[in-house]
Antibody, heavy 116, light 107 residues
């Protein structure tokens, strides 16, 4: 069974940093592209970042470019999102999602709250 | 960036109704469009990909059509478990984008 489990969310002050992780199981992680998608409270979905299966190709939304860094460890079946210079508008549930032409599996999400 | 405009943003319908949701792209995206269903407190669930391909395990009352700039999601006979918010997503080019969502509520 495919499982994606996010962790690392929490309360952080504006300007602070947080590192999210997504533990993958039930499939050959190294063969799949991965993404982060977020959802602010009561709002719609926003794609955040993409990483290819090897990690060689990476894309970011303009809203996070230069502040967030996506990475993966295929040996540990793990996807990461390093978030720096956090702002109030980054407050959201962050989901990891598998796929390239569609997002077929999603984690349950981890809540990031940026507030003083 | 490619903008996706969903309509309507809110829809009130009864069990058994036929429901159609439209997603318009600001430029052509071929068939690189997916539809998701999201229920409160849950992660989105893939329904349709490549504009018209039904994801495994999704009931056949869901269907998708369209290409280029105009797409539709149709629920042929609305069931109680279908009351949720639906999103379209373009996967033609980065940055990937989602439509604003359509909330389907019970009439």
């Amino acid at each position: 069974e495919v499982q994606l489990v996010e962790s690392g969310g929490g309360l952080v002050q504006p300007g602070g940093s947080l590192r999210l992780s997504c533990a993958a199981s039930g499939f050959t992680f190294s063969s799949y592209e991965m993404n982060w998608v977020r959802q602010a409270p009561g709002k719609g979905l926003e794609w955040v970042s993409y990483i290819s299966s090897s990690g060689s190709t990476i894309y970011y939304a303009d809203s996070v470019k230069g502040r967030f860094t996506i990475s993966r460890d295929n040996a540990k079946n793990s996807l990461n999102l390093q978030m720096n210079s956090l702002r109030a508008e980054d407050t959201a549930i962050y989901y990891c999602a598998r796929g390239f032409t569609e997002f077929d599996y999603w984690g349950q999400g981890t809540l990031v709250t940026v507030s003083s | 960036d490619i903008q996706l405009t969903q309509s309507p943003s809110f829809l009130s319908a009864s069990v058994g109704d036929r429901v159609t949701i439209t997603c318009r792209a600001s430029q052509g995206i071929s068939s690189y469009l997916a539809w998701y269903q999201q229920k409160p407190g849950k992660a989105p669930k893939l329904l349709i990909y490549a504009a018209s391909t039904l994801q495994s395990g999704v009931p056949s009352r869901f269907s998708g059509s369209g290409s280029g700039t105009e797409f539709t999601l149709t629920i042929s006979s609305l069931q109680p478990e279908d009351f949720a918010t639906y999103y379209c997503q373009q996967l033609d080019s980065y940055p990937l984008t989602f439509g604003g969502g359509t909330k389907v509520e019970i009439k």
